[in-house]
């Protein structure tokens, strides 16, 4: 028996996702790039933190926003306004605006800190929407696409970053991220509206805060898969380290850069792909929690590698072990959460998850201040593998899952 086709409204929603994170990628890569060659990696954890801050303390008043208001609305202003963040780093990288190296560095840190109020709102906005869009049995072929778009747009925002710099300049490349985000928003104005449940209208917000964190903590579940991902990518973050390791180990310039910066969302492509094609039927815990394990292995092949195509090789194949703990757990989440909590529950999912990889990438930061580069990245591998130990005897169920 065939499954019913995605309906059209999805497609919108995956073209419109596709170019935002497509800019949203390049903008990530630039800025790192930018910042390492501005300064050194330690400035680059330091734009992670700026970003995560920001992103943390909005997310508590965003999940509940988004649950009241129209949710196409959010997304549509968010990527407005993601424009213009856009559109401010590409004026002051343009030649003709000679500052300081400091006072570009203001800058950036300036945007980078709105940008991470602008995607706790535009992150879980988005994914909410998911379940409004599809049916339950859509569901899980829904987030398959949703996180293969994802990686593919990443794949090509970080490679083409690379190429933009090095062909065009960096004033250039953050033009286009600019126009990427443009036809985003004219993707998602295309999206029916999405209203609030009628019964949260009147809802006290810090109540309906407290109801988001009271249902993810009392559901061992989704918080076991939470937790596992955010202290593994928070020590086993690798995106900082790549402008060194590319510059200073493998000694190669910015689309090398640009393609080891892709390498990652190359291998969890590749691993979705196989999951859409061949989805999981039994025991998808345990084969989550191996594969976070397998993700700290492939880090430290990557800090002690000293040739370009093993240093991708384990940055693909991290990635490979990565794209599948993604499908798990971002299922997981779509299937446990009810109607009316979505929106709350996707603003505490990128507290603990999608905000982990700005928080990682102060971490890598300061240890590679502390540590030095390599070691610093052969530790976060080792104490990802020690995070699947934790979680192994602190959430015994996760391992047994199945759905």
Same mark, same amino acid.
């Given at each position: 028996?065939?499954?019913?086709?995605? *309906?059209?409204?999805?497609?919108?929603?995956? +073209?419109?996702?596709?170019?935002?994170?497509?800019?949203?990628?390049?903008?990530?890569?630039?800025?790192?790039?930018?910042?390492?060659?501005?300064? =050194?990696?330690?400035?680059?954890?330091?734009?992670?933190?700026?970003?995560?801050?920001?992103?943390?303390?909005?997310?508590?008043?965003?999940?509940?926003?988004? =649950?009241?208001?129209?949710?196409?609305?959010?997304?549509?202003?968010?990527?407005?306004?993601?424009?213009?963040?856009?559109?401010?780093?590409?004026?002051?990288?343009?030649?003709?605006?000679?500052?300081?190296?400091?006072?570009?560095?203001?800058?950036?840190?300036?945007?980078?800190?709105?940008?991470?109020?602008?995607?706790?709102?535009?992150?879980?906005?988005?994914?909410?929407?998911?379940?409004?869009?599809?049916?339950?049995?859509?569901?899980?072929?829904?987030?398959?696409?949703?996180?293969?778009?994802?990686?593919?747009?990443?794949?090509?925002?970080?490679a083409t970053g690379g190429?933009?710099?090095?062909f065009a300049g960096i004033?250039?490349? +953050?033009?286009?991220?600019?126009?990427?985000?443009?036809?985003?928003?004219?993707?998602?104005?295309?999206?029916?509206?999405? *209203?609030?449940?009628?019964?949260?209208?009147?809802?006290?917000?810090?109540?309906?805060?407290?109801? /988001?964190?009271?249902?993810?903590?009392?559901?061992?579940?989704?918080?076991?898969?939470?937790?596992?991902?955010?202290?593994?990518?928070?020590?086993?973050?690798?995106?900082?380290?790549?402008?060194?390791?590319?510059?200073?180990?493998?000694?190669t310039g910015p689309i090398? +850069?640009?393609?080891?910066?892709?390498?990652?969302?190359?291998?969890?492509?590749?691993?979705?792909?196989?999951?859409?094609?061949? *989805?999981?039927?039994?025991?998808?815990?345990?084969?989550?929690?191996?594969?976070?394990?397998?993700?700290?292995?492939?880090?430290?092949?990557?800090?002690?590698?000293?040739?370009?195509?093993?240093?991708?090789?384990?940055?693909?194949?991290? /990635?490979?072990? =990565?794209?599948?703990?993604?499908?798990?757990?971002?299922?997981?989440?779509?299937?446990?959460?009810?109607?009316?909590?979505?929106?709350?529950?996707?603003?505490?999912?990128?507290?603990?998850?999608?905000?982990?990889?700005?928080?990682?990438?102060?971490?890598?930061?300061?240890?590679?201040?502390?540590?030095?580069?390599?070691?610093?990245?052969?530790?976060?591998?080792?104490?990802?593998?020690?995070?699947? /130990?934790?979680?192994?005897?602190?959430? *015994?169920?996760?391992?047994?899952?199945?759905?």
């Open positions: 028996m065939t499954s019913k086709p995605l *309906p059209k409204e999805f497609w919108h929603f995956i +073209y419109a996702r596709l170019f935002f994170v497509l800019g949203l990628r390049m903008i990530t890569t630039i800025v790192i790039y930018q910042m390492f060659h501005l300064a =050194d990696t330690y400035m680059v954890g330091i734009a992670g933190i700026c970003e995560f801050i920001p992103a943390v303390i909005a997310a508590l008043f965003s999940g509940h926003y988004i =649950d009241r208001h129209n949710k196409k609305k959010i997304l549509i202003w968010s990527y407005v306004f993601y424009l213009l963040c856009g559109l401010s780093l590409a004026l002051i990288s343009l030649p003709q605006f000679d500052l300081p190296a400091q006072a570009k560095i203001t800058v950036i840190l300036s945007v980078v800190f709105c940008t991470g109020i602008i995607r706790s709102f535009a992150g879980p906005a988005a994914n909410s929407m998911i379940a409004a869009i599809v049916s339950r049995e859509q569901l899980p072929r829904a987030i398959s696409f949703n996180s293969s778009t994802w990686l593919v747009s990443s794949i090509l925002g970080h190429l933009f710099i090095a004033a250039n490349a +953050y033009f286009t991220t600019s126009a990427f985000i443009f036809i985003a928003a004219l993707f998602a104005w295309q999206l029916k509206p999405k *209203p609030p449940v009628t019964a949260l209208q009147k809802e006290p917000m810090v109540k309906a805060i407290k109801q /988001g964190f009271q249902f993810v903590f009392n559901n061992k579940n989704l918080l076991g898969v939470i937790s596992l991902d955010l202290f593994a990518v928070l020590f086993g973050g690798a995106v900082a380290f790549i402008p060194e390791v590319a510059e200073k180990v493998l000694h090398g +850069y640009g393609f080891l910066n892709a390498a990652m969302d190359i291998g969890s492509l590749v691993s979705i792909a196989i999951l859409i094609r061949f *989805p999981m039927k039994r025991r998808q815990g345990l084969k989550m929690m191996l594969s976070v394990a397998a993700f700290g292995l492939f880090i430290i092949i990557f800090g002690l590698s000293t040739v370009y195509w093993l240093t991708f090789l384990a940055l693909a194949m991290a /990635g490979f072990f =990565d794209g599948i703990s993604v499908v798990v757990r971002g299922t997981i989440a779509q299937l446990n959460t009810p109607d009316e909590l979505r929106g709350r529950v996707a603003a505490i999912n990128l507290i603990f998850i999608n905000s982990s990889n700005e928080l990682g990438q102060f971490e890598s930061g300061v240890t590679s201040k502390w540590f030095g580069s390599i070691p610093a990245i052969i530790i976060g591998g080792a104490m990802s593998i020690a995070v699947v /130990g934790a979680t192994w005897f602190k959430f *015994p169920k996760l391992k047994k899952l199945e759905y």
